[in-house]
Structures are given as C-alpha cells and as structure tokens.
T-cell receptor, first 114, second 110 residues
C-alpha cells in the first residue's frame, strides 16, 4: 500500500510570491491534516480536511488556505510569502477523523523563501 | 490549552543500552497519544498509537505506556542500536488537533 505522498519535495520562492503544495493520502483515507514544522516552533497544526470540508483550523493567518478534492487529495496554498514561512510542511492522513485514528505522515515539502 | 513537554531534549547513549523517553501533557482529557520518529529533514514515521483506554502498546523493541491521570507517557527502547538515532516526538490527540512535543533527539553511539 502506497504511503502519503507530497509534491514537490523542495521549493524555493521569493517574498511576495504564492505557492501551492500537494498531498495524496493513503488510499481509503478520508482525513488530511497539514502541519508546519520550524526549528523554533516545532510542529504546528494548520488545518484538517475531511470529505472536502475543512473541519479544524490552526492559528495561522488567512494567507494559508487549503482544499480537498473528491478523491481526498489535498492542496494547501500560501499567498504573499514571507521569510518566516520557510519551513517543512507536512501532510498527514488518517482513515477517519484524526481524533481517534492513527495519523500517517508524508515526507514533507521543504519551502525556502528568499 | 493542551501543552506537551518532552524531557530530555537530547540524549546520547552507547549501543546496547535500554533507555526511556518521557512525554508529559497538561490536559488529561485525551483520546490517544502517538509516538513518532523523525530522521533529519524527513517526515514522521508512526511508531505506536495508544488509545486513552489502553495502558501500553508494544512493537518489537519499543514499548509505550500511558498514564492519563498523571499526564505522562514513556517510550522504552530496548537494546538500542545506532539505527535508532533520530528525533522522537510524542503527540496528544483530544477534541482538538494533535498537539506535539518538541521532541527528544537521540544519538546511539556504536
């Protein structure tokens, strides 16, 4: 069974640009969550999607948005990039709600903002 | 607000030693606790998931325990190997999204 995949693996952008990251969950998983990982703040929750609906949202500005498609694949978008957005962005999938189920993580997308 | 703390932040042990990693959380109203391993620059690998009704889970050389009332979990690694070198993270699941600790960076010296 294929694991969680994320594309692209690495991205370099400049301030002010926007970026879209993609996540394909494990087959049959309906919940996709996104996290930002930085050395200073650790892992912080961005949002969770379940059946194409955003179910939870973390404490991030509106520049961070996401969506989920009918095949459970998810994308997150960051607009007007800032230097502080440089981070490893991780996607995780779970069978149903992340609350009760084991979460499986992808390899991440390393975003560098110059 | 749930807070998760992992002590120590870093640990270096000789190969073959048994070791314990600690995780504490402030709100005992949790649904589960999950231990992960992260290699440098990589994603997270799930090691063990303990539901709130369980006291421990085992997988190979790993054993995780959960004491909800005291807000603690431990990850026991038996007969450590250099390949166990990584950062170990615990995450608590409640009626809010997973809350992660900052991790323990483990180095196993051959």
């Amino acid at each position: 069974k294929a694991g969680v995949t994320q594309t692209p693996r690495y991205l370099i952008k400049t301030r002010g640009q926007q970026v879209t990251l993609s996540c394909s969950p494990i087959s049959g998983h309906r919940s996709v969550s996104w996290y930002q990982q930085t050395p200073g703040q650790g892992l912080q929750f961005l949002f969770e999607y379940f059946s194409e609906t955003q179910r939870n949202k973390g404490n991030f500005p509106g520049r961070f948005s996401g969506r989920q498609f009918s095949n459970s694949r998810s994308e997150m978008n960051v607009s007007t990039l800032e230097l502080g957005d440089s981070a490893l962005y991780l996607c995780a999938s779970s069978l149903e709600s992340h609350v009760y189920n084991e979460q499986f993580f992808g390899p991440g997308t390393r975003l560098t903002v110059l | 607000k749930q807070e998760v703390t992992q002590i120590p932040a870093a640990l270096s042990v000789p190969e073959g030693e048994n070791l314990v990693l600690n995780c504490s959380f402030t709100d005992s109203a949790i649904y589960n606790l999950q231990w992960f391993r992260q290699d440098p620059g990589k994603g997270l690998t799930s090691l063990l998931l303990i539901q709130s009704s369980q006291r421990e889970q085992t997988s190979g050389r790993l054993n995780a325990s959960l004491d909800k009332s005291s807000g603690r979990s431990t990850l026991y690694i038996a007969a450590s190997q250099p390949g166990d070198s990584a950062t170990y993270l615990c995450a608590v699941g409640g009626n809010t999204p997973l809350v992660f600790g900052k991790g323990t960076r483990l180095s196993v010296i051959a």
